[in-house]
């Protein structure tokens, strides 16, 4: 599972692999925490272009990104979620508090 990252200033893009499982979620947490930390991140942005599957372990992942940056006066977003994964997004109560946009772009303004 390879995980990217890319910055643009304060906002941490964070490229998932195809599967958002317990095991991929389990280091993906730890991972962001550290580079959101030592990079003085304000805004995570998820991008969901590659997922294939997400479990509730993935929902956790965000979740906690999200306790992470509301500690910082920051925000979480993502994109490129397709149709079955924006449905359980949705179900999960995830779209309340994480804003969801269509494209990188949207996303990082």
């Known amino acids: ?11 941490m893009i964070v ?4 599967e958002l499982d317990q095991h991929y979620a389990a280091m993906l947490r730890g991972e962001i925490d550290r580079q959101a930390t030592s990079r003085s991140i304000r805004k995570i942005i998820f991008d969901f272009t590659n997922v294939e599957f997400m479990d509730s372990s993935g929902i956790g992942v ?5 306790r992470l940056m509301q500690s910082v006066g920051g925000t979480v977003s993502a994109f490129g979620a397709n149709n079955r994964l924006q449905k359980l997004i949705e179900m999960s109560g995830i779209k309340r508090i994480v804003s969801f946009y269509t494209d990188r772009q949207s996303a990082i303004k």
């Open 15 to 18: 490229k998932l692999g195809r």
């Open 62 to 66: 965000i979740m906690g990104r999200y």
């Open 1 to 11: 599972m390879t995980t990217q990252f890319e910055y643009d200033n304060d906002a």
